[in-house]
């Protein structure tokens, strides 16, 4: 049916460079003086830095066993060492052609991950290479009303494979990637089928999945180091994909071509943790979003420690504040800022929680305008970030966490963006949540980033209608 759908399967090395130190001492020179004197050297000393590189041992089936899904039926994905059946094979020649997809196809891959030889956070994303409707057969419609939902009637245009195939991320045991089991792929006992991931391909792109080594548990932990390349850490990944039975005509020659990338940083003296997205107010309940027309997410925070809000108000008159902090509401330090030079441009901000002094501060434009709160409490958990968007668009991005004085790595969307052209009195609201614990931010912290704020010429101007919130649970 398609034309080729080429999917390269990467990783990336996160190598540590070796290097040594030599200490050594000298006695001094004494002259002609009659002192006993004597010298001795503490020398020799070298110090070596350990190893860190990532490697996936794979095995994979395209609609039933015998059909090599990625590329070749199994092998080891090393670099320059990769292997294929005990054979050195080049990282460029894994990935898989299918010439024929049609609806009822499946297929399945179990990555399982060692590092040598310290342990360390690995995440799985990808990114789409190419997306081509590849011309019309005479059947598919070239219609959005038919099927052709992606620049319909386009020939040279998208086509609709990255929309229809389903894929589902689960962790799996690792039998079945040790080919001398001869295990079908299996489900790790207790977690279930989408765990990591469920949706669309298109979906699956849009974030990044941090890799819990044991997912049983409510901590995320690192897959283990190991200085024996014959072990594989368990539990192990499965990609599985299949094209809906009801899926017709419109896929007809589409080609989609996408690469799978695994990264690693070390765990030791590192954080990391993991950031989501979703629609709604970031703080209170999903039924609370629903019923307010606001989004089906919510996170419900359980309380608020400090909160901080930049908004349109008045755009720099006296009537109203723009921009303002807070303990549980932000109210205070109110600040008036004149929006016209900041429309349309990305204007940096910083909001800083200084554990020694418990006061938290909300800058924009490298610090030209700031509000500050006193006698704030210690931070219990998350950070959210929200932007409200009516008749505008309030784009977060480039959003960076530092914590007593570490950066932490984030794992998942650095922005989010609200967007609104209804003409009406309703409003979109988005977040981006960074998934802290208590201890992360309790000996301060200070997140970075980026706001992008475009009000269209029929926005009326509503204190609120245009706003960036922080809430930190």
């Not at 059909?67 to 292997?83: H, K, L, R, Y």
């Not at 399982?112 to 342990?119: E, K, R, T």
């Not at 319909?152 to 690792?174: I, M």
């Not at 409003?427 to 009000?455: H, M």
Request: aromatic share 8%; proline share 4%; net charge negative.
């Amino acid at each position: 049916m398609s034309d080729k759908q080429l999917i390269p399967t990467t990783r990336r090395n996160v190598l540590i460079g070796l290097g040594s130190i030599g200490i050594a001492s000298a006695g001094a020179g004494l002259g002609t003086t009659a002192y006993f004197s004597d010298t001795e050297s503490f020398s020799g000393n070298v110090l070596e830095a350990g190893q860190f590189d990532l490697r996936v041992r794979y095995v994979g089936q395209y609609n039933e066993f015998g059909e090599p899904m990625f590329g070749q039926a199994s092998g080891i994905i090393d670099g320059v060492n990769s292997t294929v059946g005990g054979t050195t094979v080049g990282e460029a020649d894994f990935g898989f052609t299918v010439d024929d997809l049609k609806p009822g196809d499946t297929g399945v891959g179990e990555f399982c991950f060692q590092i040598i030889d310290n342990p360390g956070y690995v995440w799985m994303s990808g990114e789409v290479t190419q997306n081509d409707e590849n011309g019309y057969t005479e059947p598919e419609p070239t219609t959005a009303a038919g099927g052709d939902i992606n620049t319909p009637g386009d020939a040279d245009g998208e086509g609709e494979l990255l929309d229809a195939l389903q894929v589902y991320v689960s962790y799996s045991d690792g039998a079945y990637s040790d080919t001398s089991s001869g295990s079908p792929p299996t489900v790790l006992p207790g977690t279930a089928r989408g765990d990591v991931f469920s949706g669309t391909l298109r979906e699956f792109f849009m974030g990044e999945y941090l890799i819990d080594a044991d997912p049983t548990t409510a901590v995320v932990d690192p897959v283990p180091g190991t200085d024996d390349e014959a072990e594989f850490a368990e539990p192990c990944l499965l990609f599985e994909f299949e094209v809906p039975t009801t899926a017709g005509n419109e896929l007809q020659t589409d080609v989609l071509g996408f690469d799978i990338t695994f990264n690693a940083v070390q765990a030791r003296h590192n954080v990391v943790r993991t950031a989501e997205t979703g629609t709604g107010f970031v703080d209170v309940s999903e039924a609370t979003n629903t019923g307010g027309g606001y989004g089906d997410d919510g996170e419900d925070f359980a309380s608020k420690t400090i909160t901080g809000r930049a908004r349109y108000g008045d755009s720099g008159g006296a009537a109203t504040y723009e921009l303002a902090t807070g303990t549980s509401t932000p109210g205070g330090d109110q600040q008036q800022i004149d929006w016209t030079p900041f429309l349309g441009t990305a204007t940096d901000f910083t909001f800083t929680y200084d554990a020694n002094a418990a006061t938290a501060t909300f800058a924009l434009a490298n610090g030209a305008v700031s509000s500050t709160v006193t006698g704030v409490s210690a931070p219990a958990g998350r950070i959210g970030l929200q932007g409200k968007a009516d008749e505008s668009t309030v784009a977060i991005d480039n959003v960076a966490l530092t914590a007593d004085g570490t950066a932490v790595t984030v794992v998942g969307p650095d922005g989010v963006t609200a967007t609104n052209d209804d003409d009406g009195a309703g409003r979109d609201i988005s977040y981006l949540v960074l998934n802290t614990s208590a201890a992360d931010l309790a000996n301060g912290f200070e997140i970075t980033g980026d706001v992008t704020i475009d009000a269209q010429g029929d926005f009326a101007g509503a204190m609120e209608g245009i706003a960036f919130d922080i809430v930190v649970e």
